[in-house]
């Protein structure tokens, strides 16, 4: 199967096939990454731009590890560093940019939509590293990647994704990516942070925090994301922790060999105790590192359609 997509922009647009091809190829990407020497020519003499409104360090430094283990140039641009502080939209920006040809732009920026707008005016491909409150689609994939690695197939698996549902990119990717996959999401959190309508999504939405850990496979927890928010959405950060928060005992009404994962940065303490996020059930670390796989799967196939062979030597 060759990989037809010109952009990554949401989950919403690939297939399950798509999906799966794009988790097969990052469990062979993954395997590049554990050598002495960590990198292959596949993308040499391709150049990505990364370009990154918000600041990020998972994502970012992922996209910038996953291009140059692929042999090809990256280039990281921030707001701040670039002739937007002067005034210069991100259209005119794009289009200096496409003056210079790059492969693929990756974009973060915090309006819904930036991404879908730039792949309509650029020739180069767009992958969108998180848009406003709307998608995270690369984060979506890195931990479809992890959960099939630790639980096996998705299909039947219930996924509890607790927190800020409505300011999170992130929790909707997900909830499109597993239900897509065939797995059972619930979804709790303060009713101020639950969205209307989210059950569209092809989701359910919890009572209570003992429902939504009832028997679950995996657990993601979600961060109080306070640059996004712009009223009281719960009390107080001592109440959110001991009502929203996951502790071990709470951890104990999900099935004993549950995941715990978190799309970080992590608030320890608040959302996610710190002897959960550092114990044997806790895969937070595993989504980093199949971060980079999963990015380098993008790259290749986005820019050789997977018709070119991975050279390994």
């Known amino acids: 199967m060759h990989f037809t997509q010109k952009d ?9 096939e798509e999906i799966n091809l794009i988790l097969d190829a990052a469990g062979s990407m993954k395997e590049i990454s554990k050598r002495p020497v960590k990198k292959v020519p596949t993308l040499r003499g391709k150049t990505i731009v990364l370009y990154f409104y918000e600041p990020s360090t998972r994502t970012r430094t992922s996209f910038d590890i996953a291009a140059k283990r692929l042999s090809a140039d990256s280039i990281s641009l921030t707001a701040s560093g670039s002739s937007m502080v002067k005034g210069e939209t ?10 210079m040809s790059p492969d693929v732009v990756v974009l973060r920026h915090s309006s819904s939509g930036a991404p879908y707008m730039l792949s309509k005016i650029l020739r180069a491909s767009v992958i969108n590293a998180g848009d406003g409150t709307h998608a995270h689609p690369t984060q979506a994939l890195l931990d479809m990647m992890t959960v099939r690695e630790k639980k096996g197939p998705i299909e039947n698996l219930k996924i509890a994704i607790i927190g800020d549902i409505t300011h999170s990119r992130v929790a909707r990717s997900d909830c499109i990516g597993f239900t897509k996959m065939g797995a059972r999401v619930v979804l709790y959190g303060p009713p101020t942070l639950i969205p209307p309508g989210i059950e569209s999504l092809g989701v359910s939405v919890a009572a209570g925090m003992d429902e939504a850990l009832d028997g679950a496979d995996v657990v993601m927890m979600l961060r109080i994301q306070k640059e996004r928010q712009k009223g009281f959405f719960f009390p107080t950060e001592r109440e959110y922790a001991r009502v929203y928060g996951l502790n071990a005992k709470k951890l104990g009404l999900a099935k004993p060999d549950a995941v715990v994962m978190h799309p970080g940065p992590i608030n320890r303490g608040l959302e996610i105790a710190p002897d959960v996020a550092d114990g044997p059930h806790a895969i937070i670390l595993d989504q980093v590192e199949n971060g980079v796989a999963v990015r380098m799967a993008i790259l290749y196939l986005i820019v050789t359609g997977g018709s070119r062979h991975v050279d390994t030597d």
């Open 8 to 16: 990554i922009l949401d989950i919403d647009s690939l297939s399950v």
């Open 90 to 99: 991100l259209i005119d920006t794009a289009r200096n940019l496409e003056a």
